[in-house]
């Protein structure tokens, strides 16, 4: 692979039972030590940043994924005078604005240099041939990269990466440029992986104060959590780059609504934890229908004891959770989010209860307080949606809306009840149940690893 912006291998080989490996020579300092005077000025970053970009595209073409790029695995180097890409045209605002930024104090300049990215030790093929011997350092979820410039989903030890995972890491280079520091800082790796999977890093304006809103917005939608906003290539993030730098108008822009609620949907990290309930939350919704239907009956029957419904409701909720909360444990180990939903799950049983005790003080008429058994289950499910996934904000809006419509059908209300219960469970768990069966089939298809066996 040849391209002006990537170190040059010229040879690989043995040489007295030892590897070798020639390659070419960098006359210069790494782009990390260069930041530890500060940050560069921001049109020099987006220059230097989209001749990266580049060179990222190339191997992203001829099959190769870098997975470690960081500031200390690029090289600066004097530009050959042939190689060198002109400088965009610009408009005197953006020339007065270049001096301005070279004249700042705070800020070190990167006169007459050329990046060329190094390094390519933990580099993997993005699409494997068919039947060939998968990269043992994933195949087992292992977590390969730097922490602070890894991208969410290498950061997980998701099998699985794309071109994106560089994209993301590109973006991380450029915000030390701007800012001089990394997106996310921390005392140890352990943090730092966990701050890059949860947290939102600190908007580059705020350390840089007067930074371009355009260039800041290029380098936030490199660091986007889900795959799907950043750049699809590494060579749109450096048309967007060079175009900034020309005066244009750059190619995509994040929308607002679609941006928010792409945002608002995405999956947390501890996501992964309700494959060990996706067949347990089939059978809640089964027995959660099944209660509501018997109640609905005895409503239909004419029997008016509160007493009855206290009883159904808190036996049947209190050792149905029991037998859930019994069959997860002899699953596995449970997490400690695990546990946390749990006691969410758990205050829904108690709130749902507590409304057949309040009927009993305040002598209203059997399930008079049922559509708040519904507001009671949706709140569990905004607080789902906090801790797992975006995607039970909808859930918890469909338990809301079945709350308002219940006193509209009084004589099928609690059958609408268990209908949305069992659903709001049933689609999740399907889910759920059928990406654990898959990951099951993944392992038993390649039971050593990844290693190649004798």
Not at 231 to 241: F, G, R, V
Request: proline share 7%.
């Amino acid at each position: 692979m040849k391209h002006p912006n990537i170190v040059t291998v010229y040879e690989v080989g043995h040489q007295n039972g030892l590897p070798y490996i020639v390659m070419e020579y960098v006359a210069g300092r790494t782009l990390s030590q260069q930041l530890a005077e500060g940050p560069v000025p921001p049109r020099v970053a987006a220059r230097l940043l989209a001749d990266v970009a580049r060179a990222v595209h190339q191997a992203h073409e001829r099959n190769i994924l870098h997975r470690d790029l960081k500031p200390a695995n690029i090289l600066l180097s004097h530009p050959e005078p042939e190689t060198r890409s002109p400088e965009p045209k610009t408009n005197p605002k953006d020339d007065k604005q270049a001096a301005k930024d070279a004249g700042s104090e705070s800020r070190a300049p990167i006169p007459e240099y050329s990046p060329k990215v190094t390094d390519f030790g933990l580099a993997r093929r993005l699409h494997s041939a068919p039947g060939s011997i998968p990269d043992w350092r994933t195949q087992t979820g292992a977590i390969v990269g730097t922490p602070g410039y890894m991208s969410p989903e290498q950061a997980t030890g998701r099998r699985e990466l794309t071109a994106a995972a560089d994209v993301y890491a590109l973006g991380a280079i450029l915000y030390e440029l701007l800012t001089g520091r990394p997106p996310f800082q921390a005392s140890n790796a352990v943090d730092a992986l966990f701050m890059v999977v949860e947290q939102e890093p600190v908007s580059p304006r705020l350390l840089t104060p007067g930074l371009d809103r355009d260039l800041e917005m290029i380098c936030l939608k490199c660091l986007q959590k889900p795959v799907h906003l950043r750049y699809d290539t590494a060579a749109e993030l450096a048309d967007d780059l060079e175009a900034h730098l020309a005066g244009e108008a750059m190619s995509s822009r994040p929308s607002g609504f679609g941006y928010l609620f792409a945002r608002l949907m995405r999956e947390t990290h501890h996501i992964g934890v309700l494959e060990n309930w996706g067949l347990l939350w089939m059978w809640h919704s089964l027995a959660t229908l099944l209660l509501c239907l018997l109640t609905q009956v005895m409503e239909w029957v004419g029997i008016r004891n509160h007493g009855a419904y206290l009883a159904l409701w808190s036996v049947g909720l209190v050792a149905w959770g029991m037998i859930l909360w019994r069959l997860r444990r002899r699953a596995g180990p449970v997490l400690f989010v695990e546990r946390q939903i749990a006691h969410a799950w758990a205050a829904g049983v108690i709130s749902s209860i507590m409304f057949f005790l309040i009927e009993v003080i305040m002598d209203f008429r059997v399930l008079t307080l049922s559509p708040a058994i519904a507001v009671s289950a949706g709140m569990v499910f905004v607080f789902k949606a906090g801790i797992l996934s975006g995607r039970f904000y909808l859930l918890a809006l469909m338990m809301f809306v079945t709350a308002m419509v219940m006193p509209l059908i009084p004589d099928w209300r609690i059958i609408l009840l268990g209908l949305t219960m069992a659903v709001s469970f049933f689609v999740p768990g399907l889910k759920y149940y059928r990406q654990r069966k898959r990951g099951i089939q993944e392992n038993a298809a390649n039971p050593t690893g990844g290693f190649q066996t004798p």
